[in-house]
């Protein structure tokens, strides 16, 4: 079956630009995730959705960064203002049940994010 | 709170040789503890994962790892390296009381033919 997906796979912006990052999770997933993973680093998590909520957003860090999930499916991560520092790649993962039961979180490809 | 240490960002076997990635937890409870692979230019793929059942834990492709609380360690072995292995590698752990994985910072792992 299909596997997440994340559109577009590579985005170049100018500082200061706002840009739109897509997931489409697995079909059925209540469950998503967005990270984000700098040169050399592991994932770093930013925000967490149970269906059309978010659950946590503890990881964001500030207040230019905001995620969207409004039927549940399909989540959008927008970042204002973009700075130089936001460039990473930004991977989304879904799980059929929150993974506090330990169910496997599924990542997609990645959006590289590159920031002039 | 929670974290994970992988000792060594890069590790380099000969081919057919074992291959052994370590991974430390800090944690006064054992949490759930993971192991994904990042092939090049594709997606975070989970290789196996400890949910607190038997010890020793099996994944695909010939990957194990043990969970070992007296070490909180639960490094990444497998017996016979191949080519194909080549990869970055991850630890992860749920955090308690969270959902979302925290990662440690990677192992790259070269295989010499």
């Known amino acids: 079956g299909a596997g997440v997906s994340q559109t577009p796979s590579n985005k170049v912006t100018e500082k200061g630009k706002y840009v739109e990052l897509r997931c489409d999770p697995i079909s059925g997933h209540t469950a998503l995730y967005w990270y984000r993973q700098s040169l050399g680093q592991g994932p770093e998590f930013l925000i967490y959705f149970q269906g059309t909520g978010a659950a946590d957003d503890s990881g964001l860090p500030n207040d230019r960064f905001f995620a969207v999930r409004p039927e549940g499916s399909v989540s959008t991560l927008k970042i204002q203002r973009t700075e130089r520092g936001d460039s990473a790649v930004y991977l989304c993962a879904s799980s059929l049940l929150p993974s506090g039961g330990t169910d496997t979180q599924y990542f997609g490809p990645g959006t590289r994010l590159t920031v002039l | 709170a929670q974290s994970v240490t992988q000792l060594g960002s890069h590790v380099s076997v000969s081919e057919g040789a074992l291959v052994l990635l370590r991974c430390n937890y800090s944690s006064s409870v054992p949490p759930y503890l993971f192991w994904y692979v990042q092939y090049p230019n594709q997606g975070l793929q989970l290789l196996l994962k400890y949910t607190s059942a038997a010890t020793l834990v099996k994944g695909i492709n010939g990957f194990e790892a043990e969970f070992k609380k007296s070490e909180t360690s639960f490094h990444l072995t497998k017996p016979s390296a191949h080519m194909s292995d080549a990869a970055e590698y991850f630890c992860?752990?749920?955090?308690?009381?969270?959902?979302?994985?925290?990662f440690g910072t990677g192992t790259r792992l070269t295989v010499i033919p």
């Open positions: 992860a752990v749920i955090q308690t009381g969270a959902n979302n994985l925290f």
